[in-house]
Each structure stands twice: as C-alpha cells, then as structure tokens.
C-alpha cells in the first residue's frame, strides 16, 4: 500500500511520512555512531574521544618533562570545546589511556589511583592528575606543521585535528574495541617492536604475502602477558581474514614446598579478567565441588601478580589441575579479533594484516609530503626576508635615509630595490641592533643552509624511494625507542601448545582417585564398596544371590563388560552405586537384552590385548582399547549367532594359547597362529565332534602350563603330547585337571 502523504495545513506545519522520518533519522544516528563513536581510525588507531583526550592535553601543555594537572581540568576542556557528552564517558577513556593493564602501550601517565587489575575503579577526576607519555607524545609529532587535516568543533569556535600524525602503528600496537550499530570491532594489542619489523619488510617488499608478515607479527601481545595457545594454522588464517580468535591462558609454575608438596603460582592473568573476581568465583565452585582437585586459592599479590593455588593432595598432578582449572574458569579465555576499522577516516570495512600496515604507511607517506611541503614554504618564506635583508645590507645607507625621510617608506623601498612586500616589512620591522657587520655573515650563512635544504626537500618530494627511505628510518627510531630492547617493548605473552582432548582426561581428573571394591552378583547388582577388601565373605546379597565377580579398582578407572552377544560396555567406576543396599542392576547401565548375560567383568588396563571366543570354538585377538564403548548401546566387537553365543574374553599373557572343550580334549598352539582383529566371527580355535569350548588360557611356554584346582596350583612344563596347531581336536588332558574343564584364574 502506497504511503499516505499529506498537504501542509493553515499554520506552515508539513506533515511527513513517519516510516521517512525514522528511516531518515536513524540512519544519521547509526552513521554518527559508527563514524564518531565506536570505530577507530586505521591511520592512527584512536576513536574521536581518545583523539581529543590526547590533543586538549597537548593544548596544556602536558608533555611528558611538564608537571601534572588534575584530570578534572583536562576533561573539563576536552567536554567543552571539542566533545559535548558527558563528563564520566570522557573520564572513563582518559583513565584506560593510563592503565598499564588495559593498554599495552599507555598514552596517559596517572598520578593517584587508576584502578588496578582486581576490576577496582579509579578514584573521581578531581583527585587525579595525568600528563602525556612519550608514546603519545610520537602520536603527535609535527602536528603543528600541517601534516593533517583540521576541522571545526561542534560549535564552530575551535579546530580539531581529524587524524593524528601517529609515528607508530598503533591501531594494532593497543587495539581497540567498540560496538557500533550493526557492526563490531575487536583489535588485540600486538608488539611495537614486532610490528616496525613488518611495516620495515612492507616498505622493501610493497608485494609481501601475510605469511611473511605473520613471521614478523606471531600473535598479540598483551599487556598482563599470559600464554597463547591458539595453533600457528589458526593464527595465520585470522590475520588473512581479519576475523578470528586466541585463546589466552594465565601463566603458571609449580613451585615445591618440601616433602612432596607443592603448589601452583599463577604470575600473568590474562587480558581483561579481574582477578578478585575470579578468586570469587573460583571460590564458588570449590563450594559447589565443581573443582575437587583444588584445595584452596590465595591472593598473594603486591606489585606484581602472585596467585596461589593448593592442590587438594599431593598426588594430583598439577597439569590435570590447571586444564580442569582452564576448562571452566578465566584463566582460559578466547579473546577475538575483528579488524573492522575505518579505512583512510572514512569506509567502515574488515582488513587484514597487510591492509592494515599497508593503510598505516600510505598515511606516513601523507604526512610526511604535507611537513615536507610546510616546511618548504616556511624556507622559502624565511629565503624571501633574507633577500630582503641582504639588499639593505647592500644599500644601507639608502635605507636609513628612506626610512627617516620619506612619508611612505615601505613603497619607496619597493619601488628602489625591486622588493616584494614581504621583504619590505621584514626591514621596517628590523631591529638597529641587528645592522651589525656579524649579523650580516650570519644571514649569509643562513641563506646557504636553507638554500641547501630546500633542495634536498624538493628531491624528497620528487622521489618515491627517498621518501620511503625517509620513512623506514623513522620507522627504526619508533622501534628503537619503543622496541623489544626497551622495558615497555619487551613481550609479554608468550606462545605455546596446549594439551589436546587426547592427550589429557580432564573428565577422570574431576574424580577425586579412591579405591574402591566392585561387586557383582550372579543375578546382575552391581556396586561399589570403599577400600580394597580382602575378606568379603560378610558381604550380604538379595535372597538367592551371590557373588559372581569382585575387582579391585580406583574411582578413576573404567569397568569394560563382556555380554554374551559378543558386545563390549564400558562404565566409569565413579559411576557405580556405593554400598548402601544392594546396588543397581547393571542392565539399568547398560542396554544389554533381556536374553543376554554377562560373560567378562573387567577393569580396563590401557595397552593389554584381549582374547575373545564363542561357544562355537571361534575367537581372534582384538586390543583393548579397540573394545572401549562411547554410549549405552555397547561396541559389537565379536560376531556370533543363536545358538552360539560369546563366552571367554582373557587377556594375553604369553606366546601359547591352551584351549579346552566341553568333550576334555585339550589342545595347546602358538599364540601366533591367531590374527589380531578390531571386529569379525574369528578363526576355529579348536575342532569339536560334540558340545562347544569350555575355556581358554595364555602362557609361556617357558613357565608351563597352569591350572587351579581344589585351591591347588598344578604346573605342566612338558606339555608336547597336547601341542598342535590351530583348529585340531586335542588330547585328554593331563591327570588332575579339574572336571569342571576351567583353567582358574583369569580377568
């Protein structure tokens, strides 16, 4: 439906379309946020509040070598001249410019309090006081000599400089950030000196890849320091895009305290985490026992950052501690990056690295032509009275004769020496003093210098390479006196690897480690009981039950199960029920059917080989870890079908495999004979007229044979009547064997 328009009544008042006018004036607001408000500039990498911070200060007169003056006065002049918003948004920006820990490189040096990095605020304006730093002081170099633009204030009563000179590149050098409508931008604070040494490769190498730039720029550089542990593939495809991440860890050492203790000293936060906040919030979840390997945490800070943090025993391993620490606290965080700036002042865009320090030379390259050209015409300006003043040198007495008796002096002297109206007025305004013969030789030399100068400055301007060069040692002076060989440009974080989900169970390092009891019963409850018992003929069962399996294990290990269709379930110990009652059925675990039964209960031990078979007399070797489940539903590992179902799983334990069947015929073969396999039916172990297996045993050969029978230990070394090879029937086996054909022992 068409708008609806309206003709303006009686009274002059129009009326307009309403949808128009919001559209009309939220564009202007949504363009003076992004413009004037949220983004920076990528040439010297300063929002318009910081930009007025740092140029009221120089107005001051606050340079690095003046005195201090109170931070009321500052923002005082910044609001009332150049920005009309409220005086505690100006104070706020003006106190980060000053905090070592917000800032990499600080723009305002403080004097009072500043807050500080356990989140506290600074002290109100009127008790602080600030003066410019050296770093801000190269933001400002040369202003005065018309190296930038300058527009009027909101009032139209002042000038402003629209962009600094910025002798540094310190869009990346402090980052920034700032939330605009519809866009976003989040810079990381990087390393001067690192920086320089890319802007100094851009400048020799105009056609330099990213991947070069990132050799000379790895990463951030924070300014509370911490370790990055983003890898190098992810770090690279960041600066190419211009969006990404780093992750950023606190920095830690374990320090020993005697007698097998030790505790955990976190010296580097990372960026932007308070530090009370996050002792109270890690005090927290240690009441929650969300942290059960933490024993307690301490703040141990004075100037420098001093975190301690006490295992809950000695046993805890203190990288298991800080990775359950780094999973779910602060001490981990993901600080982003998305380089959407404005381009040359004026285009909101995301760039990367190279457009960045590409964008940041093009200005220097401006500035530098504008200074050249100001000062040009300051030469030829000074080259001009000079002239002047050595014609009247020339003619001195025709001069002072002018001067004393003609009604228009400046004319006559125009008109006699053939001066421009410059030099005239520079001889009228001469002081008697400088007629002196010395001051003659001075100007001549004067004139040669700047004649002189103003030819190097007019190839300057006419060269490429010359003003290139001109830059890249400007480039070097920043670097060598904000560079890494300074206190203030040394790195601060540094890189290094983290541990990967393989590498570290951060979820068995949440268990506090107990031994435990495990007990089975024949009809499937399962439970634990605390400590390792050795007599547990007073364990109490349900009516018509008894005990089918007990293990020792620890709260941290894995409980594997073996079911009869061949299925492999794990359960984590720390999982089971404890020993009140009677314990949970283990079908309630896991989805074993209501057809199936329990063949093998095990504790899982990392590296062993397994041996598994059916009744039918088919089995292989599979590793452990190849039978470890991820859900309830189990892992088919052997493969069976009705009636035959899976009945041995027992651990390798020797080069020769020694296999019964229900006939008692005995058969001994190498253990090499059997393939290792992650999944299938098998191979025939053992060949049966009658019936099926009825177990199985490893040994080595050099040990002999062994069996269990009446609560005796019976040992066979020549064993060479029953020795064979895979799949043959066996003989009968030796005297003393039990009846029930079952070796003993095993998992």
């Not at 400002?140 to 909101?154: A, G, K, N, P, S």
């Given at each position: 439906m068409a708008a609806e328009t309206f003709p303006p009544d009686?009274?002059?008042?129009?009326?307009?379309?309403?949808?128009?006018?919001?559209?009309?004036?939220?564009?202007?607001?949504?363009?003076?946020?992004?413009?004037?408000?949220?983004?920076?500039?990528?040439?010297?990498?300063?929002?318009?509040?910081?930009?007025r911070i740092l140029f009221t200060m120089r107005l001051l007169k606050l340079d690095p070598a003046a005195g201090f003056k109170k931070c009321a006065r500052v923002v005082g002049d910044v609001m009332g001249k150049y920005h009309p918003h409220g005086d505690q948004s100006i104070y706020d920006a003006m106190v980060r410019l000053a905090q070592d820990f917000a800032v990499r490189y600080p723009l305002v040096e403080g004097q009072g309090n500043f807050g500080n990095i356990d989140g506290d605020n600074a002290a109100a304006m009127r008790y602080t006081e600030a003066r410019l730093t050296k770093y801000a002081e190269a933001l400002?170099?040369?202003?005065?000599?018309?190296?930038?633009?300058?527009?009027?204030?909101?009032d139209g009563l002042e000038s402003e400089p629209v962009v600094l000179p910025a002798a540094v590149p310190n869009l990346l050098a402090n980052g920034s950030t700032g939330i605009a409508v519809g866009m976003a931008t989040s810079i990381p604070p990087h390393n001067v000196g690192e920086l320089c040494d890319a802007a100094l490769h851009l400048i020799k190498f105009p056609n330099a890849g990213i991947e070069k730039l990132v050799e000379f720029v790895p990463g951030p550089d924070f300014p509370t320091g911490g370790i990055i542990t983003e890898p190098k593939e992810s770090i690279l495809e960041a600066y190419k895009t211009g969006k990404g991440g780093f992750r950023l860890r606190a920095k830690w050492e374990r320090e020993d305290t005697g007698r097998g203790g030790y505790v955990i000293v976190i010296t580097q936060m990372p960026y932007q985490v308070a530090k009370s906040r996050l002792i109270e919030k890690i005090a927290e979840m240690m009441l929650a026992k969300k942290l059960p390997l933490l024993g307690d945490i301490r703040d141990e800070s004075a100037e420098d950052v001093r975190l301690v943090l006490e295992p809950k025993s000695r046993s805890v391993d203190p990288v298991l501690l800080m990775e359950s620490l780094f999973r779910i606290t602060d001490l981990e965080v993901r600080i982003s990056i998305n380089m959407n700036v404005l381009s040359y002042g004026q285009i909101p865009n995301v760039l990367n690295l190279r457009e960045v320090l590409r964008q940041w030379l093009d200005h220097r390259q401006i500035v530098l032509i504008r200074r050249t050209n100001y000062r040009l015409e300051k030469i030829d300006h000074r080259l001009e009275v000079l002239g002047g003043y050595l014609v009247a040198y020339l003619n001195l007495d025709e001069v002072i004769r002018i001067i004393r008796f003609e009604d228009k002096p400046k004319q006559k002297l125009i008109t006699a020496f053939d001066l421009t109206d410059i030099q005239a007025e520079a001889i009228l305004n001469m002081r008697l003093r400088a007629l002196r013969k010395l001051e003659e030789l001075e100007i001549r030399r004067e004139f040669e210098e700047l004649t002189a100068e103003r030819k190097k400055l007019k190839s300057l301007l006419g060269s490429d390479d010359l003003q290139w060069k001109t830059i890249a040692g400007e480039i070097r002076e920043a670097r060598k006196t904000f560079g890494k060989g300074t206190a203030l440009g040394e790195r601060r974080s540094q890189f290094a690897r983290a541990p990967q989900a393989s590498e570290i169970d951060l979820e068995q390092a949440m268990i506090e480690k107990e031994p435990v009891t495990i007990i089975c019963s024949q009809k499937g409850w399962i439970r634990t009981l605390r400590g390792h018992l050795e007599d547990t003929s007073k364990?109490?069962?349900?009516?018509?039950?008894?005990?089918?399996?007990?293990?020792?294990?620890?709260?941290?290990?894995?409980?594997?199960?073996?079911?009869?269709?061949?299925?492999?379930f794990t359960i984590a110990v720390a999982a089971l029920p404890g020993g009140r009652g009677h314990g949970e059925p283990v079908r309630l675990m896991v989805d074993i059917g209501q057809d199936q039964d329990i063949a093998a209960?095990?504790?899982?031990?990392?590296?062993?080989?397994?041996?598994?078979?059916?009744?039918?007399?088919?089995?292989?070797?599979?590793?452990?870890?190849?039978?470890?489940?991820n859900t309830r539903k189990g892992k088919q590992v052997l493969n069976v079908k009705a009636p035959d179902e899976a009945l041995?799983?027992?651990?390798?334990?020797?080069?020769?495999v020694a296999v019964i069947g229900e006939n008692r015929?005995?058969?001994?073969?190498?253990?090499?004979?059997?393939?290792?396999?992650?999944?299938?039916?098998?191979?025939?172990l053992q060949k049966y007229k009658d019936g099926g297996l009825s177990d199985i045993k490893t040994f080595n050969a050099a040990d002999g044979l062994t069996w269990q029978?009446?609560?005796?230990?019976?040992?066979?070394?020549?064993?060479?009547?029953?020795?064979?090879?895979r799949a043959q029937a066996g003989r009968m086996p030796p005297n003393g064997f039990p009846k029930s054909n079952r070796f003993g022992g095993g998992l």
């Open positions: 009686s009274e002059g008042i129009e009326s307009i379309n309403l949808g128009d006018a919001l559209e009309e004036r939220y564009l202007a607001y949504a363009l003076s946020t992004i413009m004037h408000r949220a983004l920076p500039d990528v040439r010297d990498g300063m929002k318009p509040v910081q930009r400002l170099q040369h202003l005065d000599e018309d190296t930038v633009d300058f527009r009027e204030t909101y364990i109490s069962f349900k009516k018509g039950d008894s005990a089918r399996f007990i293990l020792h294990a620890q709260t941290t290990d894995k409980l594997i199960l073996f079911a009869t269709n061949g299925k492999f209960l095990f504790v899982h031990r990392p590296g062993r080989k397994l041996l598994i078979a059916s009744t039918a007399g088919n089995g292989f070797i599979v590793a452990e870890e190849d039978v470890i489940a041995i799983c027992t651990p390798v334990e020797g080069d020769h015929k005995l058969l001994i073969f190498p253990a090499a004979q059997l393939n290792q396999m992650s999944r299938g039916r098998g191979v025939r029978n009446a609560g005796r230990t019976f040992t066979v070394r020549g064993f060479s009547d029953w020795l064979g090879n």
